[in-house]
């Protein structure tokens, strides 16, 4: 199994960034996924989820309006689009498979001006 995340790096307060996680070695299509953050000297959190169709979506209250998942199950790979990012929003993002647990190695976000 391999999760392997993109598109993290520094951006300006107000600004986006997408995020990849490109998954294999697992039936990607039959799973939920999910993105999680840990910021430094904080737990890590969950930030969105969707559903192994893409039906369901949830997010955590802090990005909801601002943060997007989505998911390719043709090309195996869930996205986070992430606008109007904020500093608060800098943390190391990863990438979960639900149920299975697995975790890919994540990819840094950084918010400064």
């Known amino acids: 199994v391999q999760l392997v995340e993109s598109g993290g790096g520094l951006v300006q307060p107000g600004g986006s960034l997408r995020l990849s996680c490109a998954a294999s070695g697992f039936t990607f299509s039959s799973y939920g996924m999910s993105w999680y953050r840990q910021a430094p000297g904080k737990e890590r959190e969950l930030v969105a989820g969707?559903?192994?169709?893409?039906?369901?979506?949830n997010y955590a209250d802090s990005v909801k309006g601002r943060f997007t998942i989505s998911r390719d199950n043709y090309k195996n790979t869930v996205y986070l689009q992430m606008n109007n990012l904020k500093p608060e929003d800098t943390a190391v993002y990863y990438c979960?498979?639900?149920?299975?647990?697995?975790w890919g190695q994540g990819t840094q976000v950084t918010v400064s001006s």
């Open positions: 979960r498979v639900q149920i299975k647990d697995y």
């Open positions: 969707i559903s192994s169709t893409g039906g369901r979506l």
